[in-house]
C-alpha cells in the first residue's frame, strides 16, 4: 500500500527525514514511535503530500504520489488522515460534517450520504449525536466524528497522528477502541501514537525513529520485549521509569 524510497526531507539545515526506505503492506497496521522530534509526525505528512519531501520516492496503491499527473485533491481524497486537534467544521453539525465531503467531491447524492453517515456514526457509537454541533462534544466525541467523517470518503488507507494527545485521560479509551474495531475490520492503518498499549495490543508492525531515521522494525511483542537498538532499549526504558525514583 505504502513504499518509500531512499525519502530525505529538510526544514531549512535540518535533517528531518533521512533515507527513509519503508514499506506498508495492505490490511497491515503500523505504530510510528519515537521521541519528540524524532520525524514521525513528518514521515506520516508525506505520505498525503502534507509536507513535501527533497529526494526520494513514495508509492501510494502503486502510484508515485510526486508524478507530475497526480492530481493532488483526488488523490489526497482517497487516504482518510485523522490530525491530533479534530479540524470539525464548527457551524456544520455532526451529520453535515460527515456528509460535505461525499457530496461536493464524489456527487453523491445527499440521500445516499446520510445513510452512510449515519451508519459510521453508529459504528463510533455517535448516531445519537447527528444532530448536534462539534462545540456540545467532548473531545473523545469530536475525535470520533473526525474518524467518522474519514470513513465516509470510504478511503482504503487511514492515517492517525496523535489521535489521542490532545484528549483528557479518560476520553483516549474510547478513540482507541474505535481505532481497534478499524484494525480489526482489515483496514491498512498507519498511526503515530505515544500509545504503547495500543501498540502492544493491536499493531501488526512497530517502526521507531530518532532524528529521522527509522532505527528498528519490529512485530510488537520483539520490540518491546527484545528491542534491538541501545536508541530503542533507551526509550522503552524511559517510558517504563518515567520518574526517578526518591533516594
Known sequence: MIQFEQVNKWYGSYHALVDVTETV?????????????????TLIRTINRLEPIKSGRILVDG?????RDVRLNDFRSRIGFVFQQFNLFPHL??????????????????AQADERALSLLERVGLAHE??????????????????ARALAMQPPLMLFDEPTSALDPEMVGEVLLVMRDLAEAGMT??????????????????????????LERATPDDFFNRPQHPR????????????????
Not at 503500523?30 to 514521525?40: H, I, M, N, T
Open 25 to 41: 503492506h495492505k490490511g497491515e497496521v503500523v505504530v510510528v514511535c519515537g521521541p519528540s522530534g524524532s520525524g514521525k509526525s
Open 232 to 247: 530503542a532499549q533507551q526509550f522503552l526504558s524511559d517510558i517504563r521509569t518515567p520518574f526517578a525514583q526518591p533516594a
Open 63 to 67: 502510484q508515485d504520489i510526486h508524478a
Open 189 to 214: 492503518m498507519v498511526c503515530v501514537t505515544h500509545e504503547m498499549g495500543f501498540a502492544r495490543e493491536v499493531a501488526d508492525r512497530v517502526i521507531f525513529m530518532d532524528q529521522g531515521r527509522v
Open 93 to 110: 453539525n455532526v451529520l453535515q460534517n460527515c456528509t460535505l465531503a461525499p457530496v461536493q467531491l464524489r456527487g453523491l447524492k445527499q
Open 130 to 147: 447527528a444532530a448536534a454541533f462539534p462545540a456540545d462534544l467532548s473531545g473523545g466525541q469530536q475525535q470520533r466524528v473526525a474518524i
